[in-house]
């Protein structure tokens, strides 16, 4: 009996300590993770071009050297694109905070004509204390910085692309060498699975995003909000967030539309719209085009967001779902595991119908 209990608290201290080193690790070199995580990402998106290339009889060599011109240009022109917008941005966001400090003002001066005079309410409204200084510019820096971030190392994450675009080819026949054929069919299944999930929920996702951002930028435009373009970039970017993302790509244009217009109705009418269209988009067209395969529960995406964002920040927040979907469809392999993979789950029901474990 004392040998039992002292096995299990071997076990758990194990566990501790593995869990402890993993985060270290994940910490620590994330200088060098985070690009292969991009890179990931990358190869996903293009990796079916690159097999449409080698179909139209492209050596290896030719269709990997296309699809590494195809993504120098689109990454070259997106990166000009954003750095421009943002530039651009900046330079005049120090007008709109003024905006917002009168806006502020005037807020507080309304409450004192209807005879609201309680001091904590007043500094509620004093906008000025959140919405200038050091505050406002260091999250709006942390922000810009952080999608800026996606275009660093950019050489690395280009060789990690190429690596695993060949690896993606030729990793299936080194294991039909590898392993006997009935191991060598569940470790194929096991990848194959995830291939197909990742990539169907990185390409759809990417593409549902273009259409949001594409939409609001319209919308944005034929109201004539100011810098348009700079928040269709972030609703592209901040969706890939589940849950918090599109409330955060609407906190800015918001704000600028309270500055900009001098009444309210423009602001509300366009906090509605964003809120309709984020809505249909999430609850309407992704679960029609994505499906629940990944099925993950809403609480486990919650704690995976703050968990990756506070290793990796903003990155790891858009890195969150796909890494929590390949960690489920692994345990969910395995027999001994796939209990956790239900727990994981959002519908529980459906995570037992799908194939049992193989291994």
Same mark, same amino acid.
């Given at each position: 009996m004392k040998e039992n209990k002292d096995l299990r /608290?071997?076990?758990i201290a194990a566990a501790l300590i593995l869990v402890g080193f993993s985060f270290y690790i994940l910490k620590e070199l994330q200088s060098i993770l985070i690009p292969f995580f991009m890179a990931l990402v990358v190869s996903f998106l293009f990796e079916p071009l690159y097999e449409w290339l080698k179909k139209k009889r492209f050596p290896a060599w030719a269709a990997i050297l296309s699809v590494v011109i195809v993504i120098l240009v689109v *990454?070259?022109?997106? *990166?000009? #694109?954003v750095y421009t917008s943002i530039n651009t941005f900046t330079n005049e966001f120090p007008k709109y905070v003024q905006k917002i400090e009168g806006l502020g003002v005037s807020v507080t001066n309304t409450l004192n004509s209807l005879g609201i005079s309680n001091e904590e309410i007043k500094k509620s409204f004093n906008v000025s204390q959140y919405m200038s200084g050091e505050k406002l510019t260091g999250m709006l820096s942390d922000v810009i910085s952080s999608i800026a971030g996606i275009f660093t190392n950019y050489i690395l994450i280009l060789i990690y692309v190429i690596f695993l675009l060949?690896?993606?080819s030729s990793i299936q026949r080194r294991i039909l060498t590898a392993f006997s054929r009935e191991r060598s069919r569940k470790i194929a299944d096991i990848l194959s699975d995830i291939f197909i999930d990742l990539r169907r929920y990185i390409v759809g996702k990417t593409l549902i995003n273009l259409s949001h951002a594409l939409l609001i930028t319209i919308i944005f /435009? #034929? #109201?004539g909000l100011d810098f348009a373009i700079v928040w269709g970039l972030l609703t592209f970017f901040m969706t890939y967030i589940p849950n918090i993302g599109a409330f955060i790509s609407s906190v800015l244009p918001f704000v600028t539309a309270l500055a900009q217009y001098d009444n309210l109705v423009?602001?509300?009418?366009l906090l509605i719209i964003m809120g309709v269209v984020a809505y249909s988009v999430g609850n309407l067209v992704e679960p029609k085009i994505l499906g629940d395969k990944l099925n993950l529960s809403p609480l /486990?995406?919650?704690f995976s967001l703050v968990f990756w964002g506070y290793i990796w920040g903003i990155v790891g927040m858009l890195l969150s779902v796909p890494i929590m979907s390949m960690i489920k469809i692994i345990l969910s392999k395995f027999e001994s595991t796939k209990p956790l993979a239900i727990l994981m789950s959002y519908d529980a029901s459906n995570s037992k119908k799908d194939e049992p474990a193989i291994i």
């Open positions: /608290l071997i076990k *990454s070259n022109i997106a *990166s000009v #694109f060949t690896e993606f /435009l #034929f #109201f423009v602001p509300i009418v /486990l995406l919650i």
